[in-house]
């Protein structure tokens, strides 16, 4: 079957790092994406992975890897501004290439 | 227009009546899709259109959801009689290449039904 895991929830400090992980089972891999939700807004595109590795986009970067059905988006000097849902998608062949979305991670950035 | 349009941001109805959802996509975008989101929940696919003409519509939760598609652009999601289960935001994203390219999402309808 289909399946998308992140955590529910996480906290991390102004100016730190924080890792999001996400794992994933499908049964046709064709791209994994990261999306941005502050609370109320909508989704907005962060990333995209389809090859192994890190992909680097400012302070966001975000790495696959696809033996391991694992990806994680990698978030640099933290800003009080990133306090948002992180949602992670994977897009499936085995579904007529949809979207499978994971349940989100909230980050609450604490000062 | 710049961005997805979705009206109203707001709706609150009561148990039995119907409902209708508008959804203006980016111009010249050829997919549309509906998704609906539960509080503290994730992105839950209702339907996806490809022009006027919707391939998959795997998603809808029952014969009350419909939703059309006309002119290559405006669409509307109509839940009839509904439910206190139907309440959440109803999420509307369009793409250019069809199921190829990133989604670019309007800001929502809040539904609630009481």
């Known amino acids: 079957g289909q399946n998308i895991d992140q955590p529910t929830e996480m906290t991390a400090t102004e100016g730190a790092i924080v890792q999001i992980n996400c794992t994933y089972q499908t049964s046709g891999f064709n791209g994994l994406f990261w999306y941005q939700q502050h609370a109320g807004e909508a989704p907005t595109f962060l990333s995209y992975?389809?090859l192994d590795g890190l992909e680097e986009k400012g302070r966001f970067s975000s790495f696959l890897s696809r033996s391991k059905g694992y990806s994680y988006l990698l978030l640099k000097e933290l800003q009080m501004k990133d306090s948002a849902s992180y949602l992670c998608a994977v897009r499936d062949r085995g579904s007529n290439y949809q979207l499978i979305w994971g349940a989100g991670t909230k980050l609450i950035i604490k000062p | 227009g710049a961005g997805v349009s979705q009206s109203p941001s707001n709706k609150v109805t009561e148990k039995g009546k119907d409902v209708e959802l508008r959804c203006d996509p980016i111009s010249g975008h050829t997919a549309l899709y509906w998704y609906r989101q539960r509080l503290g929940q994730g992105l839950e696919f209702l339907i996806y259109f490809q022009g006027n003409s919707a391939p998959d519509k795997s998603g809808l939760p029952s014969d009350r959801f419909s939703a059309e598609r006309t002119g290559e652009s405006v669409s509307t999601l109509t839940i009839q009689r509904t439910q206190q289960e139907d309440s959440a935001v109803y999420l509307c994203?369009?793409?250019?290449?069809?199921?190829?390219?990133?989604?670019?999402f309007g800001s929502g309808t809040q539904l609630s039904v009481l």
């Open positions: 992975n389809v």
């Open positions: 994203a369009s793409s250019g290449l069809g199921t190829q390219e990133k989604l670019f």
